[in-house]
């Protein structure tokens, strides 16, 4: 069984910046891919930034030369730093693991951008 638990959301003025954590516990075997989808009110779930093979990244266009992803292998822990945010980046943010044929996700974190 695998947990992921996200912290690091709240209520930001545009402009402002988040950090957001995501601690992996559990059975961790072999990832494949880790990283950040979000949510926003009545849209889809997108892909934010995502770790796949090795350390190569992915991020959405919306979010690149603003957001981060990195990790801490150690801590088994993915962070997402979000700098110069804006009333759009509103949603839920949601952490995922993708090893062997499953993918596991976090409950999310909420991110609130004021104008």
């Known amino acids: 069984q695998v947990q992921l638990v996200e912290s690091g959301g709240g209520l930001v003025q545009a402009g402002g910046s988040l950090r957001l954590s995501c601690a992996v516990s559990?059975?961790?075997?072999?990832?494949?891919?880790m990283g950040w989808y979000r949510q926003a009110p009545g849209k889809q779930r997108e892909l934010v930034a995502t770790?796949?093979?090795?350390?190569?990244?992915n991020y959405a266009d919306p979010v690149k030369d603003r957001f981060t992803i990195s990790r801490d292998n150690a801590k088994n822990t993915v962070y997402l730093q979000m700098n110069s945010l804006k009333p759009e980046d509103t949603a839920v943010y949601s952490c995922?693991?993708?090893?062997?044929?499953?993918?596991?996700w976090g409950r999310g974190t909420q991110v609130t951008v004021s104008s």
């Open positions: 995922y693991v993708h090893m062997g044929f499953v993918m596991y």
């Open positions: 559990g059975s961790i075997g072999a990832i494949k891919a």
């Open positions: 770790f796949t093979s090795g350390d190569s990244t």
